[in-house]
């Protein structure tokens, strides 16, 4: 796999965020989301750019993406979306 395929920092911060907010509640990430309590809202603050990424929050975010992709047994293929990764059809 080469760097190009692997998904862009910023677009990471936003699929952690769009997990986070819209699966918190889901019994299936239960234990996901409480283990990375910190990447998640961290991730969602940076792609609403209440924050700016540092190398330490990039250390954090990065990890947190790794560790969500492994959970649901994906290897990193430059996912644009949430549901890129989910590998849902887009809606037209």
């Known amino acids: ?5 692997t998904t862009p ?4 911060c936003e699929i952690l965020g769009d997990l ?5 509640g ?9 283990y990375n309590d910190l990447g998640l809202p961290l ?11 540092t190398p330490k929050a990039e250390m954090f975010v990065n990890e947190t993406f790794d560790l969500f992709l492994g959970t649901i047994g ?7 979306s949430l549901d890129d990764v989910f590998g849902f059809e887009a809606e037209e």
């Open 9 to 12: 920092f910023e677009t990471k």
């Open 74 to 80: 994906k290897e990193d293929e430059g996912f644009s």
């Open 43 to 53: 991730a969602y603050a940076i792609a609403t750019q209440i924050v700016t990424p």
């Open 20 to 24: 986070w907010l819209d699966y918190k």
């Open 26 to 34: 889901n019994e299936q990430f239960t234990d996901f989301i409480a």
């Open 1 to 5: 796999m080469t760097n190009q395929d």
